[in-house]
């Protein structure tokens, strides 16, 4: 475990219209001080910046599936995306940044999630302290195997913050807000680790742990023949019961959840996961 946080890279722009994200970065190099903490160097930048002007998630290939150890060792791949990865990962790797915050946002209803792609006891503690802090926080668990693709996976320690529900492309000045909130708190508490005067948190907290993702109906041709049912649209966290409607097709049948227990999915419906075969990641709760 690591004892303390030393350096930590603030991203945006990941995907590039994800604005809130793209914002609060401009925001923080426009006035650094902001996120300045006693023994604490925080840097911020915005990782695809041509995605960005573009107004579209990416260019060639998701940013945030390019960063596969293996994938950014080869020089055969030389896609836009592909060798932005591999700048982005030797500045990590140069800065020595020991915890990358992700900033993205979503179309689905998620309220302001916080995901931890590890069960690191440090990023454990973080997350109970920040569920006491503000009783809106959710903590999403999606841990990641050795050789993930995610541009978080470049440093020791990450974690991405989502927010929404929110189109692509758009501002919204509440969320906004929450998520510059939540990045204080944040760094506040990493402030008080590495001075020596940890803050208190909660014996325990609970969270969301992703078990696995359910894709759309789809005919012989790998069309979709069905959609989120309207019960369960903008009804992230909630739960899922077996029996309960899921999808309903075009001319109206039903189709329901036939697993054998009680589900919390989240990313309802997120439109950028259509092309990923996504409907909705299914998690357990503790």
């Known amino acids: 475990m690591v004892a303390s946080i030393k350096r930590v890279a603030l991203v945006g722009g990941t995907h590039g219209g994800e604005l809130t994200g793209v914002f609060l970065v401009k925001k923080f190099q426009q006035s650094p001080q902001l996120i300045q903490r006693d023994r604490i160097e925080t840097i911020s930048f915005i990782a695809n910046e041509k995605a960005v002007a573009m107004g579209t998630r990416y260019i060639d290939t998701d940013l945030n599936r390019a960063f596969n150890r293996q994938d950014l060792k080869n020089p055969r791949l030389i896609n836009y995306e592909q060798s932005l990865a591999k700048k982005i990962a030797r500045r990590i790797e140069e800065e020595k940044i020991d915890l990358i915050i992700d900033l993205h946002s979503t179309t689905a209803n998620m309220g302001l999630t916080v995901i931890l792609h590890s069960d690191h006891p440090y990023l454990l503690s973080l997350a109970a302290y920040l569920t006491q802090i503000n009783s809106k ?113 075009f001319d109206g049948e039903e189709i329901f959840y036939q697993g054998d227990q009680t589900v919390y999915p989240v990313f309802i419906n997120e439109a950028a996961y259509y092309e990923k075969g996504t409907a909705m990641c299914l998690t357990v709760r503790s």
């Open 137 to 249: 926080v959710k903590i999403l668990q999606h841990t990641l195997n050795q050789e993930s693709s995610y541009l978080i996976s470049s440093a020791e320690l990450g974690i991405t913050i989502e927010v929404g529900a929110i189109a692509n492309g758009v501002l919204d000045a509440k969320l906004f807000q929450a998520t510059e909130e939540l990045i204080h708190v944040i760094l506040n508490y990493l402030e008080a680790d590495r001075k020596g005067q940890p803050l208190s948190i909660p014996s325990g907290f609970t969270k969301y742990s992703a078990i696995g993702t359910v894709d759309y109906p789809r005919n012989e041709q790998g069309e979709i023949r069905a959609m989120i049912h309207p019960q369960l649209q903008f009804e992230d966290y909630q739960p899922l019961h077996p029996g309960n409607p899921i999808f309903i097709t």
